[in-house]
């Protein structure tokens, strides 16, 4: 894939971060696209929503396209996410067969795929992740500043 189709389903992926903020939950966004270019589900974090500490955006995601397709291997297929997944959707990744994983910002303190480790990349697993990283990086790590920052003014008012 071509980085132009890479930038506008990263795009989507930011307007489902946005919607995660409004909804009080920390804002990443995923979508799943398949070889075709057409996007099998869409969502944004939903931990808190759900009570589910394994509700993030790439496992919602995740969870919606198996049932849509009827099948646990998403093979063929790409997920857009803003920030780099951490370990457990980076499993969740191998375990699903997605071909290639595009994020936006990298993780330095949770990433799973990059930043800390390099799970799906380095080999020792039975599938192989493709991983590019930084589209619409600094856009993307813009959104999750300024939600901790509002958050944090708000825990800081008297």
């Given at each position: 894939?071509a980085?132009?189709?890479?930038?506008?389903?990263m795009q989507?992926?930011?307007e489902?971060?946005?919607?995660a903020?409004?909804?009080?939950?920390?804002?990443?966004?995923?979508?799943?696209?398949?070889?075709?270019?057409t996007?099998?589900?869409?969502?944004?974090?939903?931990?808190i929503?759900?009570?589910?500490?394994?509700?993030?955006?790439?496992?919602?995601v995740?969870?919606?396209a198996?049932r849509?397709l009827?099948?646990?291997?998403l093979?063929?297929?790409?997920?857009?996410?803003?920030?780099?997944?951490?370990?457990?959707?980076?499993?969740?990744?191998v375990?699903?067969r997605?071909?290639?994983?595009?994020?936006?910002?990298d993780?330095?303190?949770?990433?799973?795929?990059?930043?800390?480790?390099?799970?799906g990349?380095?080999?020792?697993?039975?599938?192989n992740?493709?991983?590019t990283?930084?589209?619409l990086?600094?856009?993307?790590a813009?959104?999750l500043?300024?939600?901790?920052?509002?958050?944090?003014?708000?825990?800081?008012?008297?």
């Open positions: 894939m980085v132009l189709p890479d930038v506008h389903y989507l992926a930011l489902q971060a946005e919607l903020a409004g909804r009080g939950e920390v804002p990443v966004g995923a979508l799943l696209v398949d070889a075709q270019g996007v099998l589900a869409c969502d944004g974090n939903r931990p929503e759900y009570s589910d500490p394994t509700a993030h955006a790439e496992m919602v995740l969870r919606q198996g849509s009827a099948n646990y291997r093979s063929g297929t790409t997920m857009y996410v803003t920030i780099e997944p951490c370990v457990m959707c980076a499993g969740a990744l375990h699903a997605v071909s290639r994983v595009v994020y936006g910002a993780d330095p303190k949770a990433g799973g795929m990059v930043s800390l480790y390099q799970v990349r380095d080999g020792r697993l039975n599938h992740l493709e991983v990283g930084g589209i990086g600094e856009e993307c813009a959104v500043r300024a939600f901790f920052q509002r958050k944090r003014k708000k825990t800081a008012a008297p």
